[in-house]
């Protein structure tokens, strides 16, 4: 699975306006509502049972918000660059300003595994998310997430 079959260009939001974890889900599960044609109110609920089992704060200012919803067909990815960092729980207890958010279908198993593998490794690159956290615009965004998905592949 490639990165471009989970994220889209509409699904990058480049300057996210929350103040705390729980508006920050709270705002994406809105505007991921709109995008996937779910209810908004099934993704923040999935969202927050997720971070109750442990933060998904996964450090270095990164958060992989994921969840599973019945209703889905394929596997969903979000990103959202924050205007401003905010507590997330984070393991390192630092704030965090980049999410890549994932929904999946109930029946994803191993794909579901293997897309937060993916998205893992992407955010790892330091130089990336300097990049990603130095833009405001979400094509440009996007293109360096995709860009960095290829030049992992060559």
Known sequence: MELTDLLKPESVIANLKATSKKQALQELSKRIAEIIDQDERDIFEILLEREKL????????????????????????????????????????????????????ESAGADHLKALARVSRLLRDKDNCEKLRGSDNPEAIYALLIEQEANRAA
């Open 54 to 105: 442990g933060t998904t704060g996964v450090g270095d200012g990164i958060a992989i918000p994921h969840g599973k919803l019945k209703s889905l067909e394929k596997l969903h990815g979000f990103f959202a660059r924050l205007e401003r960092p905010v507590d997330f729980d984070s393991i390192d207890e630092r704030p965090v300003d980049l999410i890549f958010l994932l929904l999946a279908p």
